[in-house]
């Protein structure tokens, strides 16, 4: 079974050249080994990517397919000019999926950056406060990536707003909420009490991907003002 495995894998391997590309060798190779190819579905995400030989073809699954690293190896290879015609609005939300996938980890990292500390490796350096290392990584990233500091600040604000409520950061990584309305639900909890911004997330989240951005931040409103009927006014002092 291991021979045979490997013999089906590298055969398909050698027809399907831009899975190397994504990195996935590893894990096929774990996949053949285990005989697990023997019962594994075409539908399965691993499958989907081996069996794709050319950008004109669009795998099946993709529809279904969570955002990640599957569906990226899918995804990538594909030739948008040669996607037939009804099948273009099934790529489209496969790439807007991903897209929050993306941006979730863009984001996971640069709320990362804003917890670290660049004294703490220069002996006898003071202890930074938090808001001096927020401004640090203001000024990392924006030099990284070369934005204006204003972006640079937009963006790391987001950062902290969403990475701060998991669920929020969960569902963006998921592709159930976009870039805009994880934004949305993470500020509308940011003057709530944790109790009160997770009861806001219950009852906004699960509908939230299924609404406009601008009916989604009216319900954010209505819910977390009938929470709190400080919240307008606090976040109107704040801004």
Excluded: H
């Amino acid at each position: 079974m291991f021979v045979l495995g490997r013999v089906l894998l590298f055969g398909l391997l050698f027809c399907a050249g831009p899975v190397l590309v994504c990195g996935q060798l590893g894990s096929l190779l774990r996949f053949f080994d285990s005989g697990l190819w023997i019962t594994a579905k075409v539908s399965d995400p691993l499958l989907i990517v081996v069996f794709m030989q050319d950008g004109n073809a669009v795998p099946g699954g993709v529809a279904g397919m969570a955002p990640g690293p599957a569906l990226c190896c899918a995804l990538a290879p594909i030739e948008v000019g040669a996607v037939p015609d009804e099948q273009l609005l099934e790529v489209l939300a496969a790439q807007w999926r991903q897209l929050s996938y993306q941006q979730g980890q863009v984001w996971a990292v640069m709320a990362q950056i804003a917890t670290r500390d660049p004294m703490l490796g220069i002996g006898g350096g003071p202890v930074w406060t938090p808001d001096l290392v927020f401004e640090s990584a203001v000024d990392e990233i924006r030099a990284e990536l070369r934005l204006t500091r204003r972006a640079a600040r937009r963006e790391l604000e987001y950062a902290d707003a969403v990475t701060g409520i998991a669920r929020v950061a969960q569902a963006l990584r998921a592709g159930v909420l976009d870039r805009r309305r994880a934004v949305v639900l993470a500020e509308g909890c940011a003057e709530l009490t944790p109790e009160q911004a997770a009861t806001l997330v219950d009852e906004v989240l699960p509908g939230a991907g299924a609404v406009t951005v601008t009916a989604l931040a009216q319900r954010v409103r209505r819910v977390a003002l009938a929470l709190d009927p400080g919240w307008a006014e606090r976040r109107y002092r704040d801004a």
